[in-house]
């Protein structure tokens, strides 16, 4: 009986004193970028062209240019993310197949200085998406 209750008392110790108690971060720190604008496509044989024009302005503490991020799905699984670099505003990709569903995000990406290891120097948009 002495060894139940040693047993408990001991399981008690270790879960009262094994969860902390952290304040939740509400969002990244730095100013979100702004999304890309009139995300369009268009299907070319066995191409999807992708156009987009890039926000018409950044925040200072934004590194110039700006990158853009594409996430391809294709029937629901991941295909791939490409990083283009240098404030495009287009994107092709090859093969289409007529007969899949396809699901393009895009997102722009800004780098930042900072000298501070616990922050990103990284800053995204929200994606915009085209499905079809």
Known sequence: MKNLIFYIFTFCI??????????????KPGEALY????LQYAIDDSNVI??????????????QPVSVLVRI????????????QSAPE???YSPYDPLKEY????KVMGDVDTVDPHVSDLR???GKTVAF
Request: aromatic share 10%; proline share 6%; glycine share 6%.
């Open 14 to 27: 270790i879960l009262s004193t094994g969860c902390n108690r952290d304040e939740i971060i509400p969002s």
């Open 35 to 38: 999304p890309v604008e009139d």
């Open 50 to 63: 992708l156009t987009w024009q890039l926000p018409s302005s950044f925040s200072d503490e934004i590194i």
């Open 73 to 84: 799905s294709i029937d629901g699984q991941n295909a791939g993310t490409h990083v283009l």
């Open 90 to 92: 287009s994107y092709s």
């Open 103 to 106: 699901r393009f995000t895009v």
């Open 124 to 126: 995204y948009s929200l």
